[in-house]
Protein backbone atom coordinates (compact mmCIF):
# COMPACT_ATOMS: atom_id res chain seq x y z
CA UNK A 1 0.00 0.00 0.00
CA UNK A 2 1.32 2.86 -1.30
CA UNK A 3 2.75 5.68 1.38
CA UNK A 4 -0.34 8.47 1.61
CA UNK A 5 0.28 10.85 4.58
CA UNK A 6 2.32 14.16 4.61
CA UNK A 7 5.66 13.57 3.25
CA UNK A 8 7.55 15.68 5.97
CA UNK A 9 7.03 13.19 8.22
CA UNK A 10 9.33 10.86 6.31
CA UNK A 11 12.58 13.35 6.25
CA UNK A 12 11.65 13.83 9.95
CA UNK A 13 11.85 9.58 10.52
CA UNK A 14 15.59 9.67 8.80
CA UNK A 15 16.68 13.16 9.59
CA UNK A 16 17.47 14.17 6.56
CA UNK A 17 15.98 16.53 3.98
CA UNK A 18 14.90 14.18 0.98
CA UNK A 19 13.76 17.04 -1.29
CA UNK A 20 10.36 15.02 -1.87
CA UNK A 21 8.29 18.47 -2.12
CA UNK A 22 10.90 19.88 -4.10
CA UNK A 23 11.80 24.01 -4.13
CA UNK A 24 9.12 23.95 -1.08
CA UNK A 25 12.28 22.09 0.77
CA UNK A 26 14.49 25.12 0.40
CA UNK A 27 12.57 27.27 2.31
CA UNK A 28 12.29 28.24 5.76
CA UNK A 29 8.82 26.11 5.21
CA UNK A 30 10.30 22.84 5.82
CA UNK A 31 9.54 20.42 8.40
CA UNK A 32 13.53 19.27 9.08
CA UNK A 33 14.55 22.66 8.71
CA UNK A 34 12.18 23.83 11.61
CA UNK A 35 12.26 20.99 13.74
CA UNK A 36 16.06 18.92 13.68
CA UNK A 37 15.39 16.33 16.05
CA UNK A 38 13.96 13.04 15.24
CA UNK A 39 10.42 11.88 15.44
CA UNK A 40 9.70 10.33 18.41
CA UNK A 41 12.73 11.48 19.94
CA UNK A 42 13.29 13.55 22.67
CA UNK A 43 15.99 13.54 25.99
CA UNK A 44 19.24 11.70 25.17
CA UNK A 45 19.58 9.67 21.94
CA UNK A 46 20.27 6.08 22.43
CA UNK A 47 23.36 4.78 20.22
CA UNK A 48 21.83 2.96 16.68
CA UNK A 49 23.25 -0.27 16.16
CA UNK A 50 24.76 -0.84 12.91
CA UNK A 51 21.67 -2.75 11.96
CA UNK A 52 19.66 0.31 12.43
CA UNK A 53 22.21 2.66 10.22
CA UNK A 54 22.02 0.21 7.53
CA UNK A 55 17.81 0.17 8.27
CA UNK A 56 18.21 3.74 8.01
CA UNK A 57 19.49 4.41 4.71
CA UNK A 58 18.06 1.64 3.21
CA UNK A 59 14.41 3.47 4.14
CA UNK A 60 16.11 6.99 2.91
CA UNK A 61 16.74 5.42 -0.53
CA UNK A 62 13.20 4.01 -0.25
CA UNK A 63 11.61 7.37 0.89
CA UNK A 64 13.44 9.48 -1.93
CA UNK A 65 12.40 7.27 -4.64
CA UNK A 66 9.10 6.94 -3.57
CA UNK A 67 8.65 2.96 -3.37
CA UNK A 68 7.15 0.26 -1.81
CA UNK A 69 8.97 -2.52 -0.24
CA UNK A 70 8.60 -4.53 -2.69
CA UNK A 71 9.44 -2.15 -5.31
CA UNK A 72 12.38 -1.55 -3.98
CA UNK A 73 13.70 -5.19 -3.16
CA UNK A 74 13.16 -6.28 -6.74
CA UNK A 75 14.99 -3.28 -8.05
CA UNK A 76 17.72 -4.42 -5.26
CA UNK A 77 17.48 -7.74 -7.28
CA UNK A 78 18.04 -6.54 -10.32
CA UNK A 79 21.12 -5.02 -8.96
CA UNK A 80 22.66 -8.16 -7.78
CA UNK A 81 22.18 -9.60 -11.22
CA UNK A 82 23.58 -6.87 -12.99
CA UNK A 83 27.57 -7.26 -13.49
CA UNK A 84 30.02 -4.91 -11.67
CA UNK A 85 29.20 -3.65 -7.62
CA UNK A 86 25.43 -4.14 -6.82
CA UNK A 87 24.96 -0.42 -4.58
CA UNK A 88 26.27 1.60 -7.76
CA UNK A 89 23.72 -0.90 -10.04
CA UNK A 90 21.25 0.30 -7.66
CA UNK A 91 21.98 4.00 -7.78
CA UNK A 92 22.22 3.62 -11.42
CA UNK A 93 18.85 1.40 -11.85
CA UNK A 94 16.94 4.21 -9.72
CA UNK A 95 18.21 7.20 -12.01
CA UNK A 96 17.12 5.81 -14.92
CA UNK A 97 13.26 5.32 -14.20
CA UNK A 98 10.94 7.48 -16.21
CA UNK A 99 9.81 9.13 -13.20
CA UNK A 100 13.25 10.09 -12.10
CA UNK A 101 14.11 10.76 -15.33
CA UNK A 102 11.17 13.38 -15.49
CA UNK A 103 11.90 15.16 -12.30
CA UNK A 104 15.82 15.68 -13.18
CA UNK A 105 14.62 17.41 -16.42
CA UNK A 106 12.95 19.91 -14.09
CA UNK A 107 9.29 18.84 -16.25
CA UNK A 108 8.15 18.25 -11.88
CA UNK A 109 9.15 19.78 -8.30
CA UNK A 110 8.85 16.60 -7.42
CA UNK A 111 9.23 12.97 -7.98
CA UNK A 112 5.71 12.23 -6.84
CA UNK A 113 4.70 15.30 -9.17
CA UNK A 114 6.62 13.44 -11.89
CA UNK A 115 5.13 9.92 -11.29
CA UNK A 116 1.70 12.17 -11.87
CA UNK A 117 2.73 13.19 -15.37
CA UNK A 118 4.00 9.83 -16.57
CA UNK A 119 0.60 8.07 -15.51
CA UNK A 120 -1.61 10.80 -16.95
CA UNK A 121 -0.03 10.12 -20.11
CA UNK A 122 1.65 13.46 -20.71
CA UNK A 123 5.36 11.97 -21.35
CA UNK A 124 6.14 10.13 -24.46
CA UNK A 125 9.21 7.83 -24.65
CA UNK A 126 10.60 7.71 -28.32
CA UNK A 127 7.34 9.22 -29.79
CA UNK A 128 5.02 6.25 -28.17
CA UNK A 129 2.98 7.34 -24.69
CA UNK A 130 4.65 5.55 -21.50
CA UNK A 131 2.79 5.91 -18.75
CA UNK A 132 4.91 3.42 -16.47
CA UNK A 133 6.65 5.50 -13.77
CA UNK A 134 8.72 2.50 -13.09
CA UNK A 135 10.45 2.36 -16.39
CA UNK A 136 13.86 2.35 -17.50
CA UNK A 137 15.22 4.57 -19.82
CA UNK A 138 17.90 3.64 -22.02
CA UNK A 139 20.91 5.31 -24.06
CA UNK A 140 19.63 7.19 -27.09
CA UNK A 141 16.04 7.48 -26.14
CA UNK A 142 14.38 10.60 -26.44
CA UNK A 143 11.73 12.13 -23.74
CA UNK A 144 9.08 15.08 -24.98
CA UNK A 145 5.69 16.20 -23.82
CA UNK A 146 2.51 14.68 -25.80
CA UNK A 147 1.17 17.45 -28.27
CA UNK A 148 -1.71 18.02 -26.75
CA UNK A 149 -0.10 18.58 -23.19
CA UNK A 150 1.82 21.11 -24.62
CA UNK A 151 -1.34 23.29 -24.57
CA UNK A 152 -2.00 22.97 -21.08
CA UNK A 153 -1.45 25.85 -18.66
CA UNK A 154 1.14 23.87 -16.54
CA UNK A 155 3.39 23.56 -19.72
CA UNK A 156 3.28 27.10 -20.95
CA UNK A 157 3.95 28.02 -17.07
CA UNK A 158 6.75 25.53 -17.06
CA UNK A 159 8.65 26.83 -20.71
CA UNK A 160 9.15 29.72 -18.50
CA UNK A 161 10.29 28.47 -15.15
CA UNK A 162 12.48 25.37 -16.24
CA UNK A 163 15.05 28.45 -18.26
CA UNK A 164 16.57 28.69 -14.30
CA UNK A 165 16.61 24.78 -13.67
CA UNK A 166 19.64 22.36 -14.41
CA UNK A 167 20.26 19.17 -16.10
CA UNK A 168 22.37 16.22 -15.10
CA UNK A 169 25.40 15.43 -17.68
CA UNK A 170 23.87 12.22 -18.61
CA UNK A 171 20.70 14.36 -20.17
CA UNK A 172 20.13 17.06 -22.83
CA UNK A 173 17.22 19.02 -22.96
CA UNK A 174 16.21 21.54 -25.40
CA UNK A 175 14.81 24.53 -23.66
CA UNK A 176 12.29 26.31 -26.22
CA UNK A 177 10.74 22.95 -27.04
CA UNK A 178 11.11 20.23 -24.03
CA UNK A 179 12.82 17.60 -26.02
CA UNK A 180 15.28 15.98 -23.84
CA UNK A 181 17.42 12.67 -24.92
CA UNK A 182 19.37 10.73 -22.70
CA UNK A 183 22.78 10.78 -24.47
CA UNK A 184 24.06 8.35 -21.88
CA UNK A 185 23.83 6.38 -18.68
CA UNK A 186 24.44 7.45 -15.69
CA UNK A 187 27.45 6.84 -13.47
CA UNK A 188 26.68 6.47 -9.84
CA UNK A 189 28.11 10.03 -8.89
CA UNK A 190 25.63 11.48 -11.22
CA UNK A 191 22.74 10.11 -9.95
CA UNK A 192 22.37 12.13 -6.52
CA UNK A 193 21.01 9.49 -4.71
CA UNK A 194 21.33 10.45 -1.38
CA UNK A 195 21.87 7.38 0.60
CA UNK A 196 24.99 5.20 1.36
CA UNK A 197 24.48 1.99 -0.96
CA UNK A 198 27.07 -0.23 0.77
CA UNK A 199 24.70 -0.23 3.90
CA UNK A 200 21.44 -1.36 2.04
CA UNK A 201 23.44 -3.91 -0.12
CA UNK A 202 24.92 -4.81 3.91
CA UNK A 203 21.33 -4.67 5.04
CA UNK A 204 19.83 -7.08 2.39
CA UNK A 205 22.61 -9.16 2.76
CA UNK A 206 21.23 -10.38 6.26
Known amino acids: MRYTASVCKLCRRVNV????KGSRCLTPKCAVGR???VMGGGGRRRRVSDRGLQLLEKQKARY??????RQFRQSFAR????PGITGDNLKVLLARRLD???QSLGFADSRAQARQLVLHGHILVNGHKLDIASSLVKEGDTIRWRESST???YYKQLLESIQAKSVPTWLT???ETLVAQVVSLPVPDETGAMFDS???VEYYSR
Open 198 to 200: KAV
Open 100 to 102: NVV
Open 64 to 69: TFGLME
Open 79 to 82: AEKQ
Open 17 to 20: KLML
Open 173 to 175: LNR
Open 35 to 37: RRK
Open 151 to 153: KTE
